[in-house]
């Protein structure tokens, strides 16, 4: 069964168009990385997955209709909002009462024991509570939720590296199982690149590349030539070109890798440099 | 599959149980954050209490006026009690009016609805739980603190005359406590009941406001009056509004005699409960209140954050 399923999913503010006819499914159990520029539609679209607002069109998310159903798909679906949403008046040791008095699949011992492992104190107020701490206690709760899907919008914003890091690690070591299934949006791509299944840029309310990962390595090519080659490497027509060092580094979309080989050292790209090739200046 | 299993599971949970276990909590949240629901009764309740404490100065001597046959010291002794009672309900009214104008807007302020939102908890649960604050919670605790003070009142007024060779049963049998805390609960359900319109339209604005909830509660009120007071020199509205706020008391209660001795407290058989029920004003009043708390769940629902 897919996880998420949008058929001709479209969402207008005035007459902004934030989400134009999108259509995508995500299948259980992968790892889904959506991309795109600011105002691309990433948020809209999750808001739409989560139930928060309105939209026209088809969308289903583990089978239901999320804006009739929230509350009911909440048991199912867990979500970090962009920035940090826990209130500040809440005591540690209250948001774990409160998860487990209204959540049936909350797992309070699981949560204490990834809390046990950070500095947090149960009498602590959020407010008290540093910015990486506070996202900390939030990855706590939701990780000891027994969920289908986690959806996390822009989770790790203003965090340091290290918080950055660990978060990402405890969320592939501690939570993901193989059978959830996990949407992340972040402007840090190049810290999510090994552990997305799937990737999806959006720009301007529209997907403009939907792939897996297997995909993306197999069709993206990457290959940095000496200035005497770059003619030669123009000529098998890069999607993108860039200048580090006095060489170039050429970007290729299907190209042969053997061929592309004898130009010099071919790896898989990095999304971010895909993404830049394929969103093209941002100023257009 | 285990995940279908524990489903079901759930499923086959009491339902009752399943409905309020969300609504408990989501009373408890309120009580967390909002801790001046219990400490502004409370503050009133001491206010009233440092005051009484100087009228006690005057107690031995009302006391032995009233033994020489002096009945009107029967209200000096029995006022307090009611201030106590008044001052009380006051502080919670208060503070239900502001609770409820921040109860839907502070949560979409703080951005904190988000977190709210990826619970299963829903939009007619969270406003109900709001909703109950200032319709049980707070005359709960009315009731409770009132009820407190007067007996700590009661204990201290005994004690001073103890100490100063007073008439301790006199005190006891003069003071109509029994009765006074019987007539305090119907009090403050009958107020629940006619100021809910008043409390649901608070709640409306609060979900409904982006800013400045409070002028936007005040403004459609006082611009209906003021219109209708310019256009037509009539204020019709303005009564309206008067008798939606103290109503309640002429609708609840029969008639006072005029030779009755103390207007502070109202002995029981002048309860009337069957006319407060048939009043309109009950009816018209509690529909509004629905109304007002059906369109604040559909706000919390397509309102997000500010």
Known sequence: MACIEARGLRKTFGKTIALDGVNLRVEEGRILGLIGPNGAGKSTALNAILGLTTYEGELNVLGRDPWRERDRLMRDVCFIADVAVLPRWLKVSQALDYVGGVHPRFDRAKAERFLAKTTIQRASKVRELSKGMVTQLHLALVMAIDARLLVLDEPTLGLDILFRKQFYDSLLNDYFDGTRTIVVTTHQVEEIQHVLTDLMFINRGRIVLNCSMEEFAARYLEVTVHPEQAVAGRALRPVHERQVFGRSILLFDHADREQLAALGEVRTPSIADVFVAVMGDPAQ | ?306
């Not at chain 2, 807007?105 to 951005?111: M, T």
Request: charged share 15%; hydrophobic share 55%.
């Open chain 2, 1 to 306: 599959m285990s995940t279908e299993a524990q489903f079901d599971a759930e499923e086959s949970a009491p339902a009752a149980l399943r409905a309020t276990r969300p609504l408990y909590w989501s009373v408890r949240r309120e009580l967390w954050e909002n801790r001046s629901i219990y400490i502004g009764p409370l503050v009133g309740a001491a206010v009233n209490m440092l005051a009484f404490l100087f009228t006690l100065i005057h107690l031995p001597r009302s006391m032995r006026a009233l033994a020489a046959g002096d009945s009107t010291q029967q209200g000096d002794l029995v006022m307090p009690y009611g201030h106590a009672t008044m001052l009380v309900t006051l502080a919670a009214f208060v503070v239900g009016v502001l609770y409820c104008l921040d109860a839907l807007y502070g949560e979409r302020r703080d951005r904190s609805v988000l977190f709210w939102k990826s619970l299963p908890v829903s939009d007619l649960t969270t406003v109900l739980a709001k909703a109950s604050i200032p319709l049980l919670v707070l005359p709960l605790i009315v009731f409770a603190v009132t009820a407190a003070t007067h007996l700590i009142m009661l204990l201290v007024s005994t004690g001073v005359l103890l100490v100063s060779g007073g008439d301790v049963a006199m005190l006891w049998a003069r003071l109509p406590f029994v009765q006074v805390e019987l007539v305090t609960p119907y009090a403050l359900i009958v107020m629940a009941l006619w100021l809910a319109p008043i409390y649901g339209w608070l709640l409306l604005v609060s979900a409904w406001a982006r800013r400045a909830a409070l002028l936007w509660a005040l403004f459609p009120p006082i611009a209906i009056c003021a219109f209708e007071k310019i256009a037509f020199n009539t204020a019709h509205c303005a009564s309206l509004l008067g008798y939606r706020f103290v109503g309640w008391f002429t609708q609840a209660f029969a008639a006072v005699p005029p030779d009755h001795v103390d207007p502070h407290f109202i002995p029981l058989p002048e309860l009337a409960p069957g006319q407060f029920l048939t009043t309109a004003g009950l009816w018209v009043g509690l529909l509004f209140a629905a109304m007002f708390l059906a369109a604040a769940v559909r706000l919390r629902r397509d309102r997000g954050a500010i």
